[in-house]
């Protein structure tokens, strides 16, 4: 069993930068793939990024260039940094642990997940 618990979220204006953080729990984190999802009011929760047990990345079109992933197995804990900011940046963001411990896109392929973090970017 993994407990995923998200921190960093915030408001933040448009242009700007935020980092959130998921810790888990467990000792066998490094053995995981990570995944960050979000989902809008309204809208269904899609990929953001994923990053595999070995470091490989993946990032969604839409954060290319701008969020990054990366993971610190010692404090069992992965982060995404996020640079220039958008307004449709807005949602809540979850991250999400796979005991296969290659990187997936898919929502469903995802063991364990976290509560969530609010990402609020104003105009």
């Known amino acids: 069993q993994v407990q995923l618990v998200e921190s960093g979220g915030g408001l933040v204006q448009a242009g700007g930068s935020l980092r959130v953080s998921c810790a888990a729990s467990?000792?066998?984190?490094?053995?995981?793939?990570m995944g960050w999802f979000r989902q809008a009011p309204g809208k269904e929760r899609e990929f953001v990024s994923t990053?595999?047990?070995?470091?490989?990345?993946r990032h969604a079109d839409s954060v290319k260039g701008r969020f990054t992933i990366s993971r610190d197995n010692a404090k069992a804990t992965v982060y995404l940094q996020m640079n220039s900011l958008k307004p449709e940046d807005t949602a809540v963001y979850y991250c999400?642990?796979?005991?296969?411990?290659?990187?997936?896109?898919?929502?469903?392929?995802?063991?364990?997940w976290g509560q969530g973090t609010q990402v609020t970017v104003s105009s």
């Open positions: 999400a642990a796979r005991s296969d411990g290659t990187y997936s896109s898919f929502p469903n392929s995802y063991d364990y």
């Open positions: 467990g000792r066998t984190f490094s053995s995981y793939a």
């Open positions: 990053i595999s047990r070995y470091g490989s990345t």
